[in-house]
């Protein structure tokens, strides 16, 4: 079925290196969402991608979606602490506006 | 309005009982999805409803799982005769779906079920 991978897993990073995970998708999707859990919450909305090629920025974080909306990415520059946390994409389909989600990649900021 | 409520925020429960655990989402989103999130794991989708309408149910979900959305407004989830495995936090989330465009999902904090 419709899947969305995304990689990596887990990213250990030293505070103020920069962190990327990726989303791809084996369709086209309508659009990609992407969401923030810090441990032991929930998952919040950051941002939705609609357009081919779209680059949207939000401070330090930037989002892509690739031109054939297949794939998309979340870059973060110096991270800080308060970005721990897991990252996950979802793609909507458009057969039924569903969201799919990939499985998130957790930042883990070395001490 | 401050966003999605679930309660309860925890359940524990012996095996072979019942819970129900309700939702009210943002009173101007008409679309209502329930999740279950494992420790590690993302999201996995049990169902969800457009407006009082329950238009998807997975097809993981087994018949133990019912949901409801009287009126449009809150919504239950009910698990009948729970079993060990079913013990996860169950998430609610609700979205605005306007001219085929949905605006991204508000999670609420979640019910956390021990099945013991």
């Known amino acids: 079925g419709q899947q969305v991978m995304q990689i990596p897993q887990y990213q250990h990073v030293q505070e103020g290196e920069d962190f990327t995970t990726y989303c791809n998708s084996s369709t086209t999707l309508s659009n990609i969402q992407w969401y923030k859990q810090r441990p032991g919450g929930h998952p919040v909305f950051l941002i939705q991608l609609v357009k081919s090629g779209e680059v949207k920025k939000q401070k330090r974080l930037t989002f892509q979606f690739g031109e054939a909306k297949k794939n998309s990415s979340l870059h973060i520059t110096a991270t800080q602490t308060t970005d721990v946390g897991t990252y996950f994409c979802?793609?909507?389909?458009?057969?039924?506006?569903?969201?799919?989600w990939g499985a998130g990649t957790k930042l883990i900021i070395k001490p | 309005d401050t966003g999605v409520s679930q309660n309860p925020r925890h359940k524990i429960t012996k095996r072979g009982q019942n819970v129900t655990f309700r939702c009210d989402p943002i009173?101007?989103?008409?679309?209502l999805y329930w999740y279950r999130q494992t420790l590690g794991q993302g999201p996995e989708f049990l169902t969800y409803?457009?407006?009082?309408?329950?238009?998807?149910k997975s097809r993981l979900l087994s018949d133990r799982f019912s949901a409801e959305r009287p009126k449009g407004s809150f919504s239950t989830l009910e698990i009948q005769r729970t079993e060990q495995g079913d013990s996860a936090m169950y998430l609610c989330?609700?979205?605005?779906?306007?001219?085929?465009?949905?605006?991204?999902?508000?999670f609420g904090s979640g019910t956390r079920l021990t099945v013991v």
């Open positions: 009173s101007e989103h008409n679309r």
């Open positions: 979802a793609g909507e389909r458009d057969s039924n506006y569903q969201l799919i």
């Open positions: 409803f457009q407006n009082e309408a329950q238009l998807e």
């Open positions: 989330a609700s979205s605005l779906m306007m001219e085929w465009k949905d605006y991204g999902y508000t």
